[in-house]
T-cell receptor, first 113, second 114 residues
């Protein structure tokens, strides 16, 4: 039973346009959400996060939106750059400070020049 | 250390042999996670430690897999009688688990069972 779902295995976007990566979750106990970026042969690196008490968090070109009623979050990258090409993982903590960290299966983003 | 360190970075083993994978978390991080990523797949949760105890072992695929953590620091993931389907990249992450902090990943151990 997958608690964090990324239904799009891949996404292709033109350089300069917006990339929107989506994530759905099933467990209402999740209270903190994160996005990670992974290049081949490297470990995932943290990108941006959002607490369940917020609906938006912005950091430079990256914005994460959270819709708790829909149990949905999205990552927007504007403008997209070729260096953004990587696999993006959505992750969620539940149980506050005692929680486990659950990942989705990832979405491979390709930004074309 | 400055980051999460995993060793070895690569391991080739024969089917049926036991292997040990090591993770050195960031100093002071109380939470430690093990994941694996098979070819073309996502991050599969294996086990989570809070201190030396493992509140959640639900992801261990079989009883051939075990993990321990000592001194609230180093963790070892052991796979006994390895099978070809165990071939994957095994990733370790640690977190201070203060609310609002992220987990930091190591570079992973690429395990190949031949």
């Amino acid at each position: 039973d997958q608690q964090v779902k990324q239904n799009s295995p891949s996404l292709s976007v033109q350089e300069g346009r917006i990339s929107i990566l989506n994530c759905d979750y099933t467990n209402s106990m999740f209270d903190y959400f994160l996005w990670y970026k992974k290049y081949p042969a490297e470990g995932p690196t943290f990108l941006i996060s959002i607490s369940s008490i917020k609906d938006k968090n912005e950091d430079g070109r990256f914005t994460v939106f959270l819709n708790k009623s829909a149990k949905h979050l999205s990552l927007h990258i504007v403008p997209s750059q070729p260096g953004d090409s990587a696999v993006y993982f959505c992750a969620a903590y539940y149980g506050g400070s005692q929680g486990n960290l659950i990942f989705g299966k990832g979405t491979k983003l390709s930004v074309k020049p | 250390g400055a980051g999460v360190s995993q060793s070895p970075s690569n391991k080739v083993t024969e089917k049926g042999k036991d292997v040990e994978l090591r993770c050195d978390p960031i100093s002071g991080h109380t939470a430690l996670y093990w994941y694996r990523q098979s070819l073309g797949q996502g991050l599969e949760f294996l086990i989570y430690f809070q201190g030396n105890s493992a509140p959640d072992k639900s992801g261990l695929p079989s009883d051939r897999f075990s993990a321990e953590r000592t001194g609230g620091s180093v963790s070892t993931l052991t796979i006994q009688r390895t099978q070809q389907e165990d071939s994957a990249v095994y990733l370790c992450a640690s977190s201070s688990h203060v609310f609002g902090t992220e987990a930091f990943f190591g570079q992973g151990t690429r395990l190949t069972v031949v």
